[in-house]
């Protein structure tokens, strides 16, 4: 069943606005749009398992491997003495995208630190960009959370996988245990140690005036590893054509944890039918409430349009 299908604390308005009708994809002869979906410090697969198929629906769905923790292309780069670092993966992305694609412009929706990596792209790549959607984007703002490195540092895989959901459920033993797992592989921890080591306290706030294409964020209410959710919403503002929404009850996994809801904004803004929002997803109203007050913010004009 899907997670949100089962949550009694998903509000009802917006339960009623996914349940509107669908708009039905129209494929011309040249085929689907490609999505290119990039992940975070968690793998591919780990990332969008919840969002795949459903995207794939009217999208040409892409997900390009440019972080695998034990793959040979990783451990050559880290054996000549190079650092991992946001560069060096969106030189992967590039060239992923020149290579097997080769169809701009192209559709992203990427998370966490995998956000960073594409507006590095994106700004760097003028006409190659469509649209963006960017789910809980590290890097706006302020410090970062990383429990990876205390998870591995301790061996407390279920604070490391904890603390990235908002609801326990999703945190179950299978889910700890896959992590245990892979974290007895040396290679694969060295590799996760090293990108830990060349990402961490990085940041793109100084590109967000630059990126030319419509973007979409996406928060988490209940974030841990942003340490300043409303800060990163204002510096999210800096992006010229912007809408944000903010998710209630939700932490850093978005994609996973509200995945229909996730794939419903990701569906309607690609093809630019997300009209009016549930008021419980209004940005604006999160930060009254994170601000504790009742007046108008800043960012109400980039709010987007609420039904009455």
Request: hydrophobic share 40%.
């Amino acid at each position: 069943m899907d997670p949100l299908e089962s949550s009694p604390a998903m509000p009802r308005r917006v339960l009623k606005w996914l349940d509107l009708p669908r708009v039905r994809p129209r494929l011309g002869g040249e085929g689907r749009k490609p999505l290119i979906l990039v992940n975070g410090l968690a793998e591919q697969s780990e990332s969008w398992f919840a969002n795949e198929r459903s995207l794939g629906r009217r999208f040409d769905v892409k997900l390009p491997e440019i972080l695998v923790y034990g793959g040979d292309a990783l451990h050559r780069w880290i054996d000549a003495g190079h650092d991992v670092t946001v560069g060096y993966l969106a030189r992967r992305l590039e060239s992923y995208l020149d290579e097997f694609v080769q169809r701009p412009p192209y559709h992203f929706a990427a998370s966490s630190l995998g956000c960073q990596v594409v507006l590095t792209y994106a700004v760097a790549n003028p006409g190659k960009v469509d649209r963006l959607v960017l789910i809980c984007p590290s890097g706006f703002h302020g410090d970062e959370n990383l429990p990876m490195i205390d998870g591995v540092r301790r061996s407390r895989y279920d604070s490391l996988v904890g603390s990235v959901f908002h609801e326990a459920r999703f945190a179950d033993e299978r889910l700890v245990g896959a992590f245990e797992r892979k974290f007895q592989d040396r290679r694969w921890k060295k590799g996760v140690l090293r990108t830990l080591r060349g990402t961490v306290g990085h940041s793109v706030e100084h590109l967000l005036h630059r990126v030319d294409v419509p973007t979409l964020l996406i928060w988490g209410a209940e974030d841990q590893v942003i340490s300043d959710v409303p800060g990163s919403i204002r510096a999210g503002s800096r992006i010229p054509d912007v809408r944000q929404v903010v998710i209630p009850r939700c932490g850093h996994a978005p994609q996973i944890e509200k995945s229909r809801l996730v794939n419903q904004l990701i569906d309607r803004f690609l093809i630019d039918r997300l009209h009016a929002l549930p008021r419980a997803l209004d940005v604006g109203r999160f930060l009254n409430a994170a601000a504790g007050t009742s007046a108008t913010p800043r960012l109400a004009a980039t709010s987007p349009a609420l039904p009455s």
